[in-house]
């Protein structure tokens, strides 16, 4: 005869070990801003009818939800049917099996276009920064800035039967690619983002600079990609830094000292890795998951914003 299942909260209550999705949720769910970023929402948010009928989901599970979404790179049909699967992100959510109603795929997908329509993922980046600031997280003295290719999917075995006509590709290396870029400006002390901008992978990354600066650096960090001698005499003032790597005159060997300039400008640099690993490699985004520039830009902040939470969790924790 087949062992009985015990109820869900009663298992779940017996369970002695802790999983890492249960430990990396308790950690979110303590640095997130909920309160301001309700506060932020709210006010566009649909409210029941005088005429009654069925209301809105609560905000905040939905924005719960939503963030489920981006940590684990899941469609909307999929972040549903996870809801069912995981008693965690359902105790994340603020749901319970049978007492409440779990939002459907549709319900997900109306949220997240609702966050695009009202420009609310780049007001949600701006929040969480806002955020960190007030904590003393980030001193805004020195910038990194550095671009990376996002990947879009190129096969024409769609609905439309043809490649996202907002992408584009570009060759890096002796590799060709075909998505889109995102560019940051990071701060060089605390390592969160501070700037994101976004465009079609065939702009070089040169072409996005004054975007990704706050106005008050005292040192800005980059690759060889963006010398620009005009923004280096732009930026010459007492106690400033230029920390673009230097590049040899063509035809010529990079001289001994620049050499050594350019490995204490890399070992600076390398910081600016860090916010691309955590959405890439962390949160599973290695490919446009939307059609159109639009949609993944929305998505883009909202990943960086909650990237900004995941690296100085343990600071705001302590």
């Given at each position: 005869?087949?062992?009985?299942?015990?109820?869900?909260?009663?298992?779940?209550?017996?369970?002695?070990?802790?999983?890492?999705?249960?430990?990396?949720?308790?950690?979110m769910?303590?640095?997130?801003?909920?309160?301001?970023?309700?506060?932020?929402?709210?006010?566009?948010?649909?409210?029941?009818?005088?005429?009654?009928?069925?209301?809105?989901?609560?905000?905040?599970t939905?924005?719960?939800?939503?963030?489920?979404?981006?940590?684990y790179?899941?469609?909307?049909?999929?972040?549903?049917?996870?809801?069912?699967?995981?008693?965690?992100?359902?105790?994340?959510?603020?749901?319970?099996?049978?007492?409440?109603?779990?939002?459907?795929?549709?319900?997900?997908?109306?949220?997240?276009?609702?966050?695009?329509?009202?420009?609310?993922?780049?007001?949600?980046?701006?929040?969480?920064?806002?955020?960190?600031?007030?904590?003393?997280?980030?001193?805004?003295?020195?910038?990194?800035?550095?671009?990376?290719?996002?990947?879009?999917?190129?096969?024409?075995?769609?609905?439309?039967?043809?490649?996202?006509?907002?992408?584009?590709?570009?060759?890096?290396?002796?590799?060709?690619?075909?998505?889109?870029?995102?560019?940051?400006?990071?701060?060089?002390?605390?390592?969160?983002?501070?700037?994101?901008?976004?465009?079609?992978?065939?702009?070089?990354?040169?072409?996005?600079?004054?975007?990704?600066?706050?106005?008050?650096?005292?040192?800005?960090?980059?690759?060889?990609?963006?010398?620009?001698?005009e923004?280096?005499?732009?930026?010459?003032?007492?106690?400033?830094?230029?920390?673009?790597?230097?590049?040899?005159?063509k035809?010529?060997?990079?001289?001994?000292?620049?050499?050594?300039?350019?490995?204490?400008?890399?070992?600076?640099?390398?910081?600016?890795?860090?916010?691309?690993?955590?959405?890439?490699?962390?949160?599973?985004?290695?490919?446009?998951?939307?059609?159109?520039?639009a949609?993944?830009?929305?998505?883009?902040?909202?990943?960086?914003?909650?990237g900004?939470?995941?690296?100085?969790?343990?600071?705001?924790?302590?």
């Open positions: 005869m087949p062992k009985q299942p015990a109820l869900p909260g009663l298992r779940d209550a017996m369970k002695k070990k802790v999983t890492r999705r249960e430990l990396f949720l308790a950690e769910d303590a640095v997130v801003p909920w309160g301001r970023l309700i506060g932020l929402i709210e006010p566009h948010y649909p409210k029941a009818g005088p005429q009654g009928g069925r209301p809105p989901m609560p905000l905040e939905m924005l719960r939800v939503y963030f489920l979404q981006n940590w790179a899941l469609s909307d049909p999929m972040a549903e049917e996870t809801l069912y699967d995981s008693e965690a992100m359902r105790r994340f959510a603020g749901i319970e099996l049978g007492d409440d109603r779990i939002p459907d795929e549709t319900t997900i997908l109306n949220f997240r276009h609702f966050l695009e329509r009202h420009g609310l993922t780049e007001a949600i980046f701006a929040d969480v920064n806002a955020h960190l600031a007030d904590k003393g997280i980030t001193l805004r003295s020195g910038t990194l800035v550095d671009a990376t290719i996002i990947d879009a999917p190129s096969s024409t075995k769609n609905k439309a039967r043809a490649r996202d006509p907002e992408m584009s590709s570009t060759k890096k290396g002796n590799d060709w690619y075909f998505g889109m870029k995102a560019h940051i400006g990071v701060d060089v002390d605390s390592g969160v983002t501070h700037s994101l901008e976004t465009s079609t992978a065939r702009l070089h990354d040169s072409q996005v600079w004054d975007e990704l600066l706050h106005g008050e650096e005292t040192s800005v960090w980059a690759d060889k990609g963006y010398v620009s001698a923004r280096e005499a732009a930026f010459k003032g007492p106690g400033k830094v230029w920390g673009v790597m230097r590049k040899a005159p035809g010529s060997d990079l001289h001994p000292i620049d050499t050594r300039i350019n490995r204490i400008i890399a070992m600076v640099r390398a910081k600016v890795e860090h916010p691309f690993r955590i959405i890439k490699r962390q949160f599973g985004h290695l490919k446009t998951r939307y059609r159109g520039l949609k993944n830009r929305a998505q883009l902040f909202t990943l960086f914003a909650l900004n939470l995941f690296m100085v969790r343990r600071r705001l924790l302590a």
